[in-house]
């Protein structure tokens, strides 16, 4: 007989019922992709409007060829989730399989990706609300930067992400877009008038269809959010992950061939001022309240969509930070625990394309696409070689697989980034490599740093040394007084030092009459400069003293209310900027608080 080896359970986590279950990571990590249905069909016949209605009739051929792309993808990422249970993002599995220039170059995609999923969100958003209220269509890009300050908010609040909360907004959403794929699919006709005639403009060619496709590519974003944070599911965390993954891939493929359906079934095409989901939505169910509920269920769900990248980007650069690819400052937390310098980074990029694209998501949704496959194709890639090199049971056509997926998610990315180009792509061409650029320099940056600071080794015992404390002063007072007594504290050797122009003799004479009066039992040493400058003389009398170890000490009055700080001479700042820049000295401002 055979033994039957159980499966070992996974262990049991106290925390686990904070955890996602398959629904709750379905409205918590999918809203991306589910939000996509609002532009993707739309990119879609933007592009095939152009050859009039025989090019409309590709409508399905081309969405189909999404939904196959889509199958293989969901596939691949299961294979993801199974392989990184510690989350598989295109940065983590690049890194550990493809060398460390790979997950640069997948994690500056992800950087462009969430960007750009703020930016067409919103602007998604902003066109689903002003289709239903077309008086609203002046203020767009007012609206869209409104709705992007307000997310900005939230996210600055520290309010915490809640699968919960995002359930039910998930669930109207996806219940209000297949109402309309069902009551389209049995109207004969539609509920109003909507057809618009196309004129023919272009011929139906491949390039046409290329271009198409690489337009509705966009609805594949934010397929790989869930085999991103496997660790946020409940046990089996595998298990209802990959759930997740495939109720993700069936639901948006049912979705994006419904309204395909529907765009052929009632020949809609684009129009000023109202989207094509808005269009598709009238003609299935009018233009009454349930019209209303599916705009603003949309508008909702875009900005939910939007909100997940507040959540994503940061997260990622403080991973890119951690391993010195990014300032260190974007690891930091502030007092709500939240990642402040990803969020404003987020925020000014995606206002900017928000702005310069004038609030128009059809300017900003072919832009989407190429930086999501650079992402896909390396995660596939990267799952390839752990396959190879770890060789499990079926390591060969899961292989194939992930290879497969490789290969047409490579393609897709060479085939939009070229049909895009002179249409806004090469800014995403231009700024991929950049900032992969950016992050060797910082990286490298950080090496030297560490390579001076000796990172890793075991220095020698610390031995004290003589030291020198140097303190500025220009006059007899308390604050002199208050900064000679800390140096006394700090150094061996305390030496005063006034610097003065040569005609300013007789202020010299007087301040040194003060000096011998007031007798603090500290040298004074008075340097002259005949361009008045502070800093010049101070940095060559540090270069002559003995002392290898030398502090300076600035005292500088601190304010009681912040717009007295215009009354300061600003000596302080100019004298540490300089000795920071040109000497080896420490320098320490001392403040003394007027009140």
Known sequence: MTAVQARPKEPVDSRDRHRLSVVGGLAALSLDAMASVAYGPEAIVLVLALAGGAGLGFTIPVTLTIAALLAVLTLSYRQVIAAFPEGGGAYGVARTYLGRRASLIAGASLVIDYVLNVAVSVAAGTAALTSAFPALLPYTVWICLGVLALVTAINLRGIAHSARMFIAPTVIYVGAILLVVIAGLFRSEPAIDVHQQAQTLETV??????????NGCASLTGVEAIANAVPSFKQPRVRRAQHAEVALGGLLAVMLIGIAALIEKFAIVPADGVTVLAQVTQAALGDGWLFYLVQFSTVVLLALAANTSFGGLPVLAQLLASDNNLPHFFALRADRQVHRYGIAFLTVTSGLLIVIAGGDMNM???????????GFTLSQAGMVR????????GWRWRALLNGFGALLTGVAAIVVSVSKFTEGGWLIVVALPLMVAGMEWVNRSYTRIGARLELGAVPAPPRPRRSL?????????RLTRDALAAALSLGDRV????????????????????????????????????????????????????????????????PEHAWQRMLQNQRGAVLA???????????CRMRFRVS
């Open 577 to 587: 900027r300089a000795l920071r820049r040109r000497t080896e000295a420490v320098v």
């Open 386 to 393: 752990h396959w190879v090199n770890d060789r499990p049971a």
């Open 469 to 477: 404390v140097v303190v500025p002063v220009h006059a007899v007072t």
């Open 364 to 374: 900003l949704v072919p832009l989407f696409a190429i930086g999501v496959f650079v």
């Open 495 to 558: 030496v005063a030092v006034n610097i003065t122009h040569p005609e300013d003799e007789a202020q010299a004479r007087r301040f040194v009459d003060d000096w011998d009066r007031w007798d603090p039992g500290v040298e004074l040493v008075q340097l002259f400069d005949a361009h008045r400058r502070l800093d010049e003389p101070l940095v060559d009398y540090l270069e002559q003293v003995p002392e290898a170890h030398v502090f300076v000490l600035i005292a500088e009055v601190e």
């Open 205 to 214: 060619g491949v390039l046409l269809l290329l271009k198409a496709f690489a």
